[in-house]
């Protein structure tokens, strides 16, 4: 018995060493104190901080800074500035990038030049010290952006440029961290130092930009089934990028940004890769490393003295002054509105992860003390806290300042929350790329699930079709689960399948159908009767789909578009969907139609706040449709617009349209859309 006591006393001495208990603690933190915290609305990010200085070396001393917690906490560091790189949005920066451009500056140039000489001369810190703190008040993170998401005013242009200002801020503090760190090493900023510099950072860059996207476009074409090994593939990516910067150089937090930037194009933010990375991130590596800056903050250091309280109250007080003056020039700048302003200050106040990345670089280089680092602790309180409440008021003043909608754009904007997306199984082979492109364009605000039916005779075998189509469909669910996309599938009984998906979309209300590429026993005819007979008895906005890569690896979206479409009930919904398909691949849009057509689209665009990098060329020679073929690459999407016979958007030229797609653009990725 007593040396049962001595082993149970042993392994609960202070601090745990023992492995599997030390891994089970930090695991019930991550579990428990979000929702213990969340009830006071306290950021997670700040719990988890609060969690490590408790159960630290310099709090009750349950657990030390050890191998296996710095290694924790280096991978959720580099996952941090991962995810930072991954989840920006660069359709949104390449069409407000000028805008972006100048915010970037401000939101830049101003916290840095107001905080080093606060730093330099009031707090008394050298040189390296007080450039690589002020430009830690560069930096933002977006921590309030899920305000806006969920309050619908995401698409205004000053939170789009906020957004995009965020790429440059935070590339322009990595580079001064490589230079500080670089001037803190024995020799200095010398000639030598510039050129291996220079040298070292062109050829990484060059990696990271040109081999990079092209070695994972290939992997995740030739390799599209192992979906379990692109994640191992990102993580390697990530990774081996980190180790390059350090070779090049930099800091490793550079390779893991780059990174994210490099396969940004690559990963659509709804995909089942997109959301595994998310899971894990947020789930286990990012919690782990805050916990960890939690373990490094001293509590009698701030307490001891005067210093450390003055360090982080100046610190948290030009931090907030710098991001407040940025958000007043670019509303000089570009004539806002003061809740535009607003908006701007909450989204680019929050500090976090880049700045946390930096700090923690500094403080174990020995650039910085103890008092900053605890001060930097303070400044993330604070600034979470008011970039929350910031954001949270201006976005629904944003709301309230958006035009009044009359009923009949009420019952619009009520039908996209509650949109419905029929899958018709006609063909196993693919069917799981036209899910994956059904979750690409489904509205994110939307409950409905997406409805997958298989529709099989009414025979003797009727019930074991059923049976079988059912098996075949379970497949299906586990693959939609991967991105956390609902999916309810169904088998129904009709004599005739055209029928029987009609009979289905307006039995589930549904707004749109997506279907496969149609085949025809007929040579040279795309269109035949089972297809035509499908598009004749649905009046929904029907999707034809005809995928030849995966969808993240192409290039472009080239949409022909013929004239009095605008005219149709549909024109709104299925120019939503192109502009989503845009932004979830990071693809421009070629547009091909004729000018009354494009200010039409122009004018939705407008109406509904959608960001999308548009060309526009006027087309009208329908009968040589290939012309456009010049200006189409092979791993483009062509998307053509369709009319049904009973519309006047029907022509009798645009019959020959598919055949044309299917013999000239064979490589191609296609889709015809007929709208409602």
């Known amino acids: 018995m007593n040396e049962f006591l001595d082993i149970l006393q042993h392994e609960f001495e202070l601090p745990f060493s023992n492995p599997v208990l030390v891994f089970s603690l930090i695991l019930v933190i991550i579990l428990v104190s979000p929702i213990i915290f969340r009830r006071i609305n306290i950021p997670g990010i700040i719990v988890l901080i609060i969690s490590g200085i408790i159960i630290g070396p310099y709090g009750f001393g349950l657990l030390e800074q050890n191998a296996a917690i710095d290694l924790f906490s280096k991978i959720g560091l580099l996952y941090i500035m991962f995810i930072a790189g991954l989840e920006l949005d660069m359709n949104q920066f390449k069409v407000n990038r000028n805008k972006s451009f100048l915010f970037g500056f401000f939101t830049f140039i101003l916290p840095l030049a107001i905080g080093f000489p606060v730093c330099y001369y009031f707090l008394g810190y050298d040189f390296n010290a007080s450039f690589l703190t002020a430009s830690m008040f560069a930096t933002h993170t977006l921590i309030s952006y899920p305000i806006v998401s969920k309050m619908g005013v995401a698409k205004n242009e000053a939170i789009a440029i906020t957004v995009g200002g965020t790429i440059l801020t935070d590339t322009a503090v990595l580079i001064i961290l490589a230079v500080i760190m670089g001037n803190a090493q024995e020799g200095g900023l010398t000639a030598d130092f510039w050129i291996r510099l220079v040298i070292s950072l062109s050829i990484f860059i060059s990696i990271m930009f040109f081999a990079v996207p092209r070695l994972a476009k290939w992997f995740f074409t030739h390799m599209e089934k192992e979906k379990h090994a692109h994640y191992i593939f990102v993580l390697a990516v990530v990774f081996l990028a980190a180790f390059l910067a350090e070779l090049a150089g930099v800091e490793d937090i550079i390779g893991a940004f780059l990174a994210g930037l490099a396969l940004n194009r690559l990963i659509p933010h709804s995909s089942a890769l997109m959301n595994r990375i998310e899971f894990m991130g947020n789930s286990l590596f990012i919690p782990f490393f805050l916990i960890s800056v939690g373990m490094l903050v001293d509590i009698s250091v701030i307490l001891s003295g005067y210093m450390a309280i003055l360090v982080a109250v100046t610190l948290s007080v030009v931090a907030l002054a710098g991001k407040w003056l940025a958000a007043f020039f670019t509303q000089l700048a570009f004539k806002y509105s003061s809740a535009q302003r607003k908006v701007i200050f909450g989204l680019s106040s929050g500090h976090a992860a880049a700045t946390l990345a930096v ?155 997506v279907m496969g590429w149609p085949t025809s026993s007929r040579p040279g005819i795309v269109i035949g009767e089972k297809m035509q007979g499908i598009i004749n008895h649905t009046k929904k906005t029907l999707f034809l789909c005809d995928v030849k ?60 706040n959608l960001q999308a990098p548009f060309t526009f060329t006027e087309f009208d020679n329908w009968e040589d449709f290939l012309i456009i073929s010049q200006n189409v690459q092979s791993e483009d999407i062509i998307m053509l617009v369709m009319g049904r016979k009973e519309t006047i958007v029907h022509q009798p030229i645009l019959e020959n349209i598919p055949q044309k797609l299917e013999k000239y653009f064979a490589e191609n990725t296609k889709i015809i859309v007929y709208p409602q």
């Not at 899958?423 to 994956?436: C, G, H, S, Y």
């Not at 025979?459 to 189509?469: P, R, T, V």
């Not at 307006?506 to 749109?512: F, T, Y």
């Not at 299925?574 to 693809?587: D, F, G, V």
């Open 359 to 513: 700090i923690i670089v500094g403080y174990n280089a020995e650039i910085i003390d103890i008092n900053i680092l605890n001060g930097t602790i303070i400044l993330i309180l604070l600034t979470s806290i008011v970039a929350t409440f910031a954001t949270e008021k201006a976005a629904v003043k944003l709301a309230e300042e958006g035009k009044e909608l009359n009923p009949e754009e009420i019952k619009k904007s009520e039908s996209y929350k509650m949109e419905s997306i029929l899958l018709p199984l006609a063909n196993i082979v693919n069917f799981d790329k036209l899910l994956e492109f059904a979750t690409l364009i489904k509205d994110k605000s939307s409950l409905n699930p997406i409805s997958i039916v298989s529709v099989v005779p009414n025979d003797e075998q009727a019930e074991l079709n059923i049976a079988q189509a059912k098996n075949k469909l379970e497949d299906f669910v586990k693959q939609a689960s991967a991105s956390e996309t609902d999916v309810d599938i169904t088998a129904t009984i009709d004599q005739n399948v055209a029928e029987g998906i009609a009979r289905k979309s307006r039995e589930l209300i549904s707004d749109i159908i």
């Open 549 to 608: 890569r995966p969808w993240a690896t192409n290039e472009g979206l080239v949409v022909t578009v013929p004239p009095y479409t605008e005219t149709l009930e549909g024109f709104e919904l299925w120019i939503k969907k192109m502009i989503i398909i845009a932004e979830e691949l990071s693809i421009p849009i070629k547009l091909y139609s004729s000018k009354v057509t494009w200010h039409a689209i122009e004018k939705v665009v407008d109406d509904l």
